[in-house]
């Protein structure tokens, strides 16, 4: 079912399908051998922005707690329609869909280690993305800077947060020199 949600993943969320495949990547490395509905929850956790609707959430750059629940909720539904029309089981859906809901925040060893994957993985192949936000304009630097910082303090499992820290300052310091031009 993994390598199924990795090709539903590349062929229906064109705009940033690398993040996610590269999510899962993370999770096999930071916690070798998880179960399915971890594996599954992680490589479509950001699936909501692929379908667009007038019940999508539009972040408006600030770090806003009501923004990440309703992301996270939503992308929780689309996730089980789509385990549905694959016939998985009743128990598998209730997993993931309880592991997506909280994928912005962690809450239990599971959930820490989702959204630990996420982390690392918005702080290697997200910069280039968020950078450019800076340099169209649609969100400030401030924004960004903020939402940088926390991609790495959100870490609840505290050897991943370390491993974070390095990302974090290479990201800091690639958004201070774009500021410098
Ligand atoms: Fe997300
Ligand atoms: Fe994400």
Known sequence: MVETAARWVLQTYK???????NSLEWLDRIAPGSPEHMRLATVTHDMERAFPGPDMPVWNGDE?????????NRGARIVGEWLRGQNAAEGLIADVEALIKVHEFGGWPEADFVQAAD?????????????????????R?????????????????????????????????????????
Not at 119 to 139: A, C, H, M, P, R
């Open 15 to 21: 705009h940033n399908s690398l993040h996610l495949i």
């Open 119 to 139: 982390s690392l993985s918005f702080l290697d192949v997200n910069i280039e993305l968020f950078l450019g936000y800076v340099t169209s304009g649609k969100y």
């Open 64 to 72: 806003d707690y009501d923004y990440y629940v309703a992301h996270s």
């Open 141 to 181: 630097e401030d924004q960004v800077r903020a939402k940088f910082i926390y991609s790495h303090t959100r870490v609840r499992i505290d050897w991943v947060r370390e491993l974070t820290q390095p990302m974090l300052d290479s990201a800091i310091a690639r958004l201070d020199k774009l500021l410098l031009r």
